[in-house]
């Protein structure tokens, strides 16, 4: 070879340049990561029994943050137009159960409240717009009409475990240690009711794991077996219509992020508000929150911790979360005030009480201190008092929860470990 001629090897492999030097907080050492679960897909969803779905996860090479949900249900073709459930295309999880490797329950409840209320009311999925996953790109609504492509749909949602930034997470690198997410799914019947069909569409069900890469350093999340969990529970009594009635949240223990309040009436329908758009009429009717007391308490071991009119609460949910934010109503005669258009709308029957407000008056998702998050023992007693309660012509009312109770391994992190 002529004047020393020299050559490289190919396909050498390059210096790492991504290591952080050691030292520092568990997030610079561990760069965001998503892997495939699994991919379900399951049979045309006629009017059989519910279809349960528990495939098993896989180990992603970190610790899991929570997992994307994506449910697809196509391929029908209908002969008559069904009615679509108010829970819909929610209550297509009939049931969702999601467990820790111990067994601890993390998320249990109803499709409409785990796979819509939670990721909504949380904090842990998005901020602002995306908090509702009907702004996803993804979410599509449900269909129900005649001929090919009836009633189908689709939508996202977020099995959440991380509830402040590197805080709440679960070990995913152990095979043998993983998480349990089972679903129930429903027959379409129950999302579209008295839908004819002549070909049963069928749904596909993906599930993705968020994490956080293993670190390359030694730096472990902080808290390691803090749990954040969310258990849907009813309240009791029922409430009669029209009543003066104290209702009792089942015992808790734990910090409190969030109390998610469902009240439905006695046919389990969610009470509707009675807010209206009446555009060029020159008057709108404002959200009354049907069946809500019009001044509702909130006590903790019988001392009432908040007592306001509901229209406050909607308020105080608007600037911490901003559901409901901008007015829904409008007066576009001449003269009158354009209030806006609403952003996002609380759902029907909902309303959330959030203790994420650590580092302002406003819910930063996951950018959290919990220094304001209510402590709670098995003893704690929370009431929701009602002098009187609304009126309604289905009765009794059921009073629902959704609370986010997280359980520290040890004492309970506070301030900002990820800064």
Known sequence: MANGT??????????????????????????????AMYVNASPAQGTQSAQFIANPMVSSPGWNKGYRVLTSVSGGTSTAIGTISADAPWNFHQLVQMKDAFGTQLLTGPGYHISNLVPLYSGQFGTDEMRAAQNSPQFLPVNSTNGAGGDTFQFPTYFPFEFAKGYGVISGANAALLPVLQINAAPITTVAAAATFSTFPASTITVDSDFYWLPNVPADPPGIGTTCQWIFQPCNPTIPSAGSTLVQL??????????????????????????????????????????????????????????????????????????????????????????????????????????????????????????????????????????????????????????????????????????
């Open 250 to 419: 089942p015992r808790l223990g734990g910090y409190l992020t969030a109390l998610i309040l469902e009240l439905r009436n006695g046919a389990g329908i969610r009470l509707g508000e009675g807010a209206t758009t009446q555009a060029g009429s020159g008057a709108a009717t404002l959200d009354s929150g049907t069946g809500w007391p019009v001044r509702p308490k909130i006590l903790v071991d019988g001392v009432p911790l908040v007592d306001s009119l509901f229209g406050t609460l909607q308020e105080d949910l608007a600037i911490s979360m901003q559901i409901g934010a901008l007015s829904a109503n409008s007066q576009a005669t001449a003269g009158g005030t354009a209030n806006g258009t609403a952003q996002s709308y609380r759902p029907l029957g909902t309303m959330a009480l959030n203790r994420k407000t650590g580092l302002a008056q406003r819910d930063f998702g996951l950018l959290e201190t919990g220094e304001v998050f209510l402590s709670t023992n098995p003893g704690t007693q929370i009431e929701v008092a009602g002098y009187p309660w609304g009126t309604v012509t289905s009765g009794p009312m059921t009073l629902n929860v959704v609370v986010g109770q997280v359980v520290p391994s040890g004492a309970l992190v506070r301030g900002l470990p990820e800064a």
């Open 6 to 35: 020299t050559g490289t090897v190919a396909g050498r492999p390059q210096p790492q340049t991504t290591a952080e030097p050691a030292g520092g907080p568990f997030v610079r050492h561990a760069p965001d990561g998503r892997r």
